[in-house]
């Protein structure tokens, strides 16, 4: 047979399967075709997703199983599973009722739902990454688990989800969606994990919380979908797959799904609102409220200050920092620079929201508010980007939002928009970079042209309630991210991007002086400036000496 005559078939074979892949159902010899097809021909992937773009509006969520490459622990009990063929109807419904139209998403996550996949094929993400070229990304994060549900899974704060099934036997964990939404689970339950923004309680309790600006989060059910109208709401589906929702706070659109995944009826609950979803008579029907919403609880981050040893301070210092800020040492205007008289930290805030920054037991928190709020260096560090530095501080964020927790910025402008540099959680944004990561920002000159800056970022390795201790660098030709002791990144910088004249301030819980803008949500403690290089044995020092009563 002739390359065209092998290529003709090959269409006309895909032609025939399209249409089951949106009606979700092919037969398990078929997805096996299909996956064949799609890994052979570029050409074939690119009439793929073109085709399943015309019926985007099914969404995107489903099936890839957890990647362990940021955390060692590989011996979960717990694990994101791709789902099954025969599990498509009812994610489908799922898919309908939360309305995301993300074409690419829907490809990928098609191949997903009807793959078999065999051991030599490896992990599914990059398996699907190779067919289809796109990658399968973090949607979530653990950020608490109690001592039952660690015990039964190994699991611990900071191991990363990706689309799948989350089966929880007993006790509790908490995670965080990308898109910001906080999710407790309480065993024995089973939540689909679809994107940053979609999730589907298959069975057992669940609590979410959802701020602002993951307002519009979908949380399904075997036969509803609950859009966040900005809440707190508590779910609970039965063995026998019977839903019940309680709004706590806030209001909830609640949505009766049909077998086709349409919308049979739908109606707003409000705080103290529970209505059950009624299967057998397409409705929804109000309950009296039980309380039992209560029993399970959205936890906030602890204000648990570090515990920092004589012998880190010492550490610290004997790598002549020419300034060193620990918040012991501070007045109700001013935080002391321990090294020496000059640059101390003045703390602007207003008194209306006097505490979104505090200081409280040796380190600060901050809160986000509507008034810009800040600690700035009281005297500009003249010439400092006249040859290389170090800045080297402790964070333990709230959450993933978007958020600036140090800037340097120039005398003249303490605009949002002119700094040397960004110390920042990013997530969402429109930069390519993982969830969660961490981003520094070298711009010489200061200005508001992208093309006199260079970004180095990190893995998405920040885990909201927990200390990381980060250091970045400016070197003689390069920018570099040390996190928790080791380097994760080096970025080279070109002449041009690398010294200029000018002193600058540094300004510590958002982005500039005047707004509100990217503020840093969480507690921060012992940052440092270094007129020169740390040494990674330095550095690797510090975060031993302070971990070695952390832990």
């Known amino acids: 047979m002739s390359d065209s005559e092998t290529r003709e078939k090959n269409h ?78 009812f994610y489908l419904k799922s898919m309908a009722a939360s309305a995301l139209a993300i074409a690419c998403g829907l490809a990928i996550a098609v191949v997903m739902l009807l793959v078999d996949r065999r051991p030599s094929e490896g992990p599914l993400p990059a398996f699907i990454e190779h067919v289809t070229g796109a990658r399968v990304t973090d949607v979530a994060v653990v950020v608490q688990v109690d001592a039952v549900a660690h015990r039964v899974t190994g699991w611990a704060a900071g191991r990363r989800l990706k689309p799948g099934t989350l089966r929880l036997d007993e006790g509790r964990i908490q995670i965080e969606f990308m898109s910001g939404a906080v999710v407790a689970l309480a065993g024995p339950a089973e939540l689909q994990l679809g994107s940053q923004a979609v999730a589907t309680l298959v069975s057992g309790n ?205 005398i003249e402008s303490p605009s949002a928009f002119e700094q040397l540099n960004v110390l920042e959680i990013v997530t969402n944004t429109t930069m390519i970079h993982d969830p969660g990561a961490i981003r520094f920002l070298h711009r010489t000159p200061p200005g508001r042209s992208a093309e006199n800056g260079i970004n180095a970022f990190s893995p998405g390795l920040c885990v909201p309630g927990l200390w990381h201790h980060v250091v970045t660098m400016k070197t003689a030709d390069a920018i570099e991210i040390y996190v928790n002791g080791k380097r994760i990144r080096r970025v080279e910088t070109k002449a041009h991007q690398r010294n200029c004249d000018g002193s600058f301030r540094v300004n510590l819980g958002q982005l500039g002086l005047t707004t509100n803008w990217r503020q840093f949500a969480g507690a921060m403690d012992e940052v440092a400036i270094y007129r020169r290089n740390l040494k990674p044995a330095e550095i690797a020092e510090h975060y031993d000496l302070m971990m070695s009563v952390n832990r």
């Open 12 to 89: 006309a074979q895909l032609d025939t399967l399209l249409p089951k892949v949106v009606e979700g159902s092919l037969s398990e010899h078929e997805s096996r075709q299909l996956v064949d097809l799609l890994r052979g021909s570029r050409e074939l992937q690119a009439h793929y997703l073109g085709y399943v773009q015309i019926h985007a509006e099914l969404g995107s969520i489903w099936g890839a199983e957890n990647d362990d490459s940021i955390l060692a622990d590989t011996s979960a009990k717990m694990p994101v599973t791709p789902a099954s063929a025969g599990q498509a109807s």
């Open 206 to 410: 669940a609590r979410a919380h959802v701020p602002p600006r993951a307002r519009g989060f979908v949380l399904n059910t075997p036969d509803a979908a609950i859009y966040d109208l900005g809440t707190e709401f508590v779910v609970n589906v039965s063995p026998a797959g019977v839903s019940e929702v309680e709004v706590v706070s806030g209001e909830v659109e609640l949505s009766l799904i049909g077998d086709d995944g349409n919308t049979l009826t739908s109606e707003w609950i409000t705080e103290t609102g529970r209505v059950r979803v009624d299967r057998d008579d397409q409705s929804l029907t109000p309950v009296k409220a039980t309380g039992a919403a209560e029993l399970l609880t959205i936890q906030d981050p602890d204000e648990a200050g570090l515990v920092v040893p004589s012998q880190y301070v010492q550490s610290v210092l004997e790598s002549r920092p020419v300034a060193y800020w620990r918040f012991d040492s501070a007045t109700e205007s001013s935080v002391f620079n321990e090294v020496a008289v000059e640059h101390s930290l003045v703390i602007q805030k207003q008194e209306a929201e006097a505490d979104c920054l505090r200081l409280v037991n040796g380190h600060v928190q901050f809160r986000r508010g509507e008034l810009p709020r800040s600690l700035v260096s009281a005297e500009p560090f003249l010439q400092f980007n006249q040859g290389v530095y170090a800045i080297e501080s402790w964070i333990k964020p709230n959450d993933l939002q978007h958020a600036s927790w140090l800037g340097v910025f120039p």
